[in-house]
């Protein structure tokens, strides 16, 4: 079974910025367009950006919430994809979870990364 594990959360002040990491036990990811979500103690869990493999162009797509704050990128040497958060917000408290788009390449949903944004 594949494995992805999620980290670099945190608590943080207003403003303030983290870099999340998801690691992918297997390279094949690499070819998958992979994506950051996000839920909050009683909302939904929510799409925050995804992009692209590197060989299709490594196209990132964002949420409006997410525009202009955050940043995904993808190393493929590393089996790794990045959320750059910058300007944090207190309603960006979340657990974040990484997971391809496709749901036929879904994995199960690891416990994800504790992000809490307050003063």
């Known amino acids: 079974q594949v494995q992805l594990v999620e980290s670099g959360g945190g608590l943080v002040q207003p403003g303030g910025s983290l870099r999340l990491s998801c690691a992918a036990s297997r390279s094949i990811f690499n070819r998958y367009t992979m994506a950051w979500y996000r839920q909050a103690p009683g909302k939904q869990r929510e799409l925050v950006a995804s992009?692209?493999?590197?060989?299709?162009?490594?196209?990132?797509v964002y949420a409006d919430s997410a525009k202009a704050r955050f940043t995904i990128s993808r190393d493929n040497a590393k089996n790794t994809v990045y959320l750059q958060m910058n300007n944090l917000k207190p309603e960006d408290t979340a657990v974040y979870y990484c997971?391809?788009?496709?749901?036929?390449?879904?994995?199960?949903w690891g416990q994800g990364t504790q992000v809490t944004v307050s003063s």
């Open positions: 992009i692209t493999s590197l060989t299709s162009g490594g196209i990132t």
């Open positions: 997971n391809p788009t496709a749901p036929m390449f879904e994995q199960p």
